[in-house]
C-alpha cells in the first residue's frame, strides 16, 4: 500500500542521501527498501521538473567509511559525491557486537567510538550538503542529561558540538530526558515515542486482550516515567499505577544508588493485564523487581514494553523469570542492537521501528509537518477498533 496516500505539497529540500553507519546497516537497509517503494509509486505532476532530480533512486544509501588504522586511530570517508544533498545519518551507538583492531587486541567499540564515527562521517561531508540530519535513536549520553555536584553534562556538550558541526535535525527515541534539547534551542530536536508499534505489535500477538479499564491497567516502574505512562493509559483508556523506587543513598553499586524497595501507588491490579512502560532495559533489574511485585498482586499477565533493550546482564534472569511465570512478553524496538539470542526468546517480541523512520526522512526531505507522526492518537484508535471488532 502506498504511504498513506501521501500527496506531494513540497519540493524536496534537496536530494535524499541515507548514510547508515555499520552500526545501523541492517536498520538502514529497511528504511530504504520503504523509501525506495513510496517514491516509486507516488505520482506528482511536478515529478519530471528539475527540482525533483534524483527523486526516485534504486537505493538513497550512500557509501560512507569509518576505517580504523593498527593503532586504534580512525577516519570518515564519503564515497559518492554528497554536494546539495538533504543527508541523513544514522547511527545506533549502543551495538557492542561491532569490533576494531587495537594494537593486535580485539577491542569492542563502545558508544564513544560511535559518537566518533559519526562526526567523521560529518566532517567528510565537508560543508557540501544542503544539511545534514542526524538519527540517532538511543540518544549519547542521554542518561547523563543533568548535574549533580561536579559533574559533567556530556550530552548537552554532545548536542552542541553536532550542531557546531552544521548539523541542522537531530532526531531520537524516547529521551531519558526531552530537556536536553534546551542545550540547542535554535536547532531541531525531536524525540519521538513508539508507543503506537508497541500497541500494534503486541495487538498482532496476543489475540485475546480485554482493552479497558476493568481488564487491563498501565505502570510506570518509576517516578521519571510517569508521562510516558500517562499517555499510554490516556490512549487506551486504562487507569494508571506506578512504583516509587526507594534508593540506598548511602552506597553507590555501578554508578548507582541501589533500590531498597518497590512501593506501589495506584489501585487494585487483581486479574488484570498490566503494561510495564519504560524507556530502556538496562540490566532489567527494578523491571523484574516491578513485575513480581505486580504478580504477588495477584496481576493476571504482565507485558513489559521498553523502547531499548539493552540487557546489559544477559538474559539468564528474564528466562527465570518467564519460566516461573513472572512475565509474560517483553516488547523493544530493533532501534539498538538486539542478539541473535533475544531474537530466538519464545517470550520476545520485536517491535520493527524501519517504516516509522522512513515516514519521518520522507516527511523531513519535503519539509512537512512531523505532528501527525509525533501524535499517533488516529492511528492507535484505528488500531484498537479493527481489533474490537475482530474479537466479536
Known sequence: MIYEEKTIETIPVGPLGLIPLKSCAELGEKVNQHLIAWRRERESEHKSTIAFAG?????????????????????????????????????????????????????????????QDLKRVIA?????????????????????????G??????????????????ENIITFDAHDPRVQNAIPLKGFETVQPIYQFIKYLLKEETQLKIDSDHMMVISPDEGGMKRAIYFANVLGLDMGMFYKRRDYTQIVDGRNPIVAHEFLGSDVAGKDVLIIDDMISSG??????????????????????????????????????????????????????????????????????????????NLNHDASLSELLNPTKRINRVLKAYKEKQK
Open 55 to 115: 527523486y526516485q533512486r534504486d537505493s538513497y544509501v550512500i557509501k560512507a567509511q569509518t576505517p580504523r588504522f593498527g593503532s586504534g586511530e580512525g577516519k570518515g570517508s564519503i564515497e559518492e559525491s554528497v554536494r546539495g544533498d538533504d543527508l541523513y545519518i544514522m547511527v545506533d551507538i549502543c551495538n557492542y557486537s561491532l569490533t576494531y583492531s587495537l594494537c593486535g587486541m580485539v577491542n569492542h567499540m563502545s558508544p564513544d567510538d560511535h559518537f
Open 124 to 148: 567528510a561531508a565537508a560543508g557540501k550538503a544542503r544539511r545534514i540530519n542526524v538519527i540517532m535513536p538511543f540518544l549519547y549520553e542521554g542518561r547523563q542529561h543533568k548535574r549533580s
Open 285 to 362: 533489574e527494578s523491571m523484574l523487581d516491578v513485575a513480581k511485585e505486580l504478580k504477588s498482586r495477584k496481576a493476571r499477565k504482565v507485558f513489559i514494553c521498553s523502547t531499548f533493550g539493552l540487557f546489559t546482564n544477559g538474559l539468564a534472569k528474564f528466562d527465570e523469570y518467564y519460566q516461573n511465570g513472572l512475565i509474560d512478553r517483553i516488547l523493544t524496538t530493533n532501534l539498538v542492537y538486539q542478539t541473535p539470542e533475544l531474537l530466538s526468546k519464545p517470550y520476545y517480541i520485536d517491535v520493527d521501528m524501519s517504516k516509522y523512520i522512513a515516514l519521518i526522512i520522507d
Open 150 to 167: 561536579r559533574e559533567s553534562l556530556d550530552c548537552a556538550t554532545a548536542l552542541q558540538e553536532l550542531c557546531d558541526m552544521g548539523v
